[in-house]
Nanobody, 118 residues
């Protein structure tokens, strides 16, 4: 089992920045893709950013150039740096771990609320 704990959400004005953190209970980054998803009220959950075990990153088009996903292997923590925030970034953000090889295994954090409003 792996526990994922997100932190760093909050209320921010448009144009501001926030950094989300996702701490894993043990070292998994060598075999898991780490993802950040978000879900806005009344909308489906969407994949925002991903970082594979190789370090390759991917972003949904709406956040490219504004958000950056990274990880600290020693701290077992994944980050989502969010700059130039927009009201449409308002959502609950979830950390997800998806095993790349072997038995399909998926873990979720509890989510952290991000609200962008003036």
């Amino acid at each position: 089992q792996v526990q994922l704990v997100e932190s760093g959400g909050g209320l921010m004005q448009p144009g501001g920045s926030l950094r989300l953190s996702c701490a894993a209970s043990r070292s998994i980054f060598s075999i898991y893709t780490m993802n950040w998803y978000r879900q806005a009220p009344g909308k489906q959950r969407e994949l925002v950013a991903a970082i594979r075990s190789s370090g390759t990153t991917n972003y949904t088009d709406s956040v490219k150039g504004r958000f950056t996903i990274s990880r600290d292997n020693l701290k077992n923590t994944v980050y989502l740096q969010m700059n130039s925030l927009k009201p449409e970034d308002t959502a609950v953000y979830y950390c997800n771990a998806d095993r790349e090889l072997g038995l399909s295994t998926n873990y979720w954090g509890q989510g952290t609320q991000v609200t962008v409003s003036s």
